[in-house]
């Protein structure tokens, strides 16, 4: 019996992934998030946090053809500690030329332990550009693992997909 190139195996792994990453029937919805408990301001008393800066791109230049290839792009935040929540305080997105494009928390959420929460940007969403950001601010009552926060894009076209993650970095430390 023949055994497949590497190649072919590759091929096929992301021929796997691709189908299974298919575009939404008509009328299919995305399932909904768990809703994420809100927390009153005035009743936290921060005492560790940070300000996080997570690159994004919701297109890339092409090399092959003029022009962009637009991405969706997921923001995700994931609190890493085992036994305590964190405070999402602040998600904004902002564009290639550093404008304001979307606040998507206007009251500060709770994020139990080992729990995640994820903000997306559509694939026809083409205002972030190529060098969109988020700015993600969080913070926590008492000492905790510092949460993993990424964007993670997506883009297909034609035959060819694209993906990859881009891994925030710590601005600035709150007390």
Not at 67 to 79: M, P, Q, Y
Request: hydrophobic share 40%; with cysteine.
């Amino acid at each position: 019996m023949r055994h497949p190139s590497p190649s072919t195996l590759a091929m096929l792994i992301l021929a796997v992934v691709l189908v299974s990453c298919a575009p939404e029937e008509k009328g299919e919805k995305r399932q909904p998030q768990k809703e994420i408990p809100l927390v009153a301001i005035e009743n936290l008393h921060i005492v560790t946090g940070e300000v996080v800066y997570v690159p994004a791109y919701s297109q890339i230049h092409s090399m092959v053809e003029a022009g962009t290839i637009d991405l969706a792009v997921t923001l995700s935040v994931r609190n890493t500690d085992i036994r305590r929540p964190i405070i999402i305080r602040s998600v904004k997105y902002y564009s290639t030329g550093g404008e304001l494009l979307k606040e998507y928390v206007e009251t500060p959420m709770q994020l139990g332990p080992m729990a995640s929460t994820e903000f997306f940007i559509e694939q026809s969403d083409k205002s972030g550009g190529a060098g969109a950001n988020f700015i993600v601010e969080w913070g926590a009552e008492q000492p905790v693992y510092e949460p993993v926060i990424e964007a993670i894009m997506l883009g297909v076209r034609g035959t060819h997909a694209f993906a990859w993650r881009s891994p925030g970095r710590v601005m600035k430390v709150t007390e």
